[in-house]
C-alpha cells in the first residue's frame, strides 16, 4: 500500500496538488531559469491561486530546493531498482540514459551550475546535501568497479571521470540535436551515450 493511499482524502489532495505544483516549478526552472521564474508563474503553470501556493511553498527558493530534492529521489531510486549483478559501467549508462531521458521532457534544470547564489542557496539544504553526497558515493563506486574491470579508462582519477559523466547530462549538444538535428530521443541517447563512452572505455 503507497503512502498516499493511507492519507485521508483532504490530505491526498493536497500532496497531489503538491506534486502538480513542483510539476509545474521543474518546467518553468528547466525553461526560464530560476532568476526569471516568478511566483505568479508557478501559481499559474500549475493552475491554482497564488495564496494557494503559498499554503505548499513560502518561496521560489523553496520550490527549486524541494524540485532537485526530488531529482535527486528519482535518480537515487532509479539506482535501487537495477539488478546487481549489473556492472559499473553498465550501470552508469543505465543512469545516463534516464537522466538523459528526463531531461528530453523538461524534467532536469541545472541549477546548481548556473550561479554561486544558486549553489549557496542549495547548500543550506540538508536534506539536498544528503542526497548529494549518497549519489555521489554511489557513482563514485560505480565508477571504481568499472576501472577495476577494465571496462573504463584507468589511468583517468576517478573525479575526472565522474565530472566528465556530470557533464554529459547538462551538454547543450542535447539541445542543438533535439532542436536542430532531426534526431528522435531514442537517437540522442545513444549518440549521447556513445560520445561519452567511447572517449573513456577501458
Do not use: N
Not at 556492472?87 to 543512469?95: N, P, V
Not at 563506486?141 to 576517478?158: H, N, W, Y
Not at 559523466?165 to 549538444?173: G, H, K, M, N, V
Amino acid at each position: 500500500m503507497s503512502i498516499l493511499s493511507k492519507l485521508s482524502f483532504k490530505d491526498q489532495a493536497f500532496k497531489l496538488r503538491e506534486q502538480t505544483v513542483l510539476d509545474a516549478t521543474t518546467r518553468l526552472l528547466a525553461s526560464k531559469g530560476f532568476d526569471l521564474m516568478t511566483m505568479d508563474d508557478v501559481a499559474d503553470g500549475a493552475g491554482i491561486s497564488k495564496p494557494s501556493l503559498y499554503k505548499h511553498f513560502k518561496s521560489k527558493e523553496d520550490l527549486a530546493t524541494e524540485v532537485m530534492i526530488r531529482l535527486l529521489d528519482g535518480a537515487l531510486t532509479y539506482l535501487d531498482g537495477l539488478e546487481e549483478t549489473l556492472g559499473g559501467r553498465e550501470k552508469l549508462e543505465s543512469l545516463l540514459e534516464w537522466a538523459l531521458r528526463v531531461r528530453l521532457e523538461g524534467g532536469l534544470p541545472f541549477l546548481p551550475s548556473t550561479s554561486p547564489q544558486v549553489r549557496e542557496m542549495l547548500t543550506r539544504s540538508l536534506r539536498y546535501v544528503q542526497r548529494v553526497y549518497k549519489l555521489h558515493k554511489q557513482l563514485q563506486g560505480m565508477v571504481e568497479q568499472a576501472k577495476r574491470a577494465g571496462d573504463i579508462r584507468s589511468d583517468l582519477p576517478t573525479d575526472v571521470l565522474l565530472y566528465t559523466y556530470y557533464s554529459r547530462t547538462c551538454d547543450p549538444a542535447v539541445d542543438y540535436m533535439k532542436d536542430y538535428g532531426r534526431y528522435s530521443d531514442d537517437d540522442i541517447v545513444s549518440h549521447m551515450r556513445a560520445i561519452l563512452f567511447a572517449g573513456i572505455a577501458g
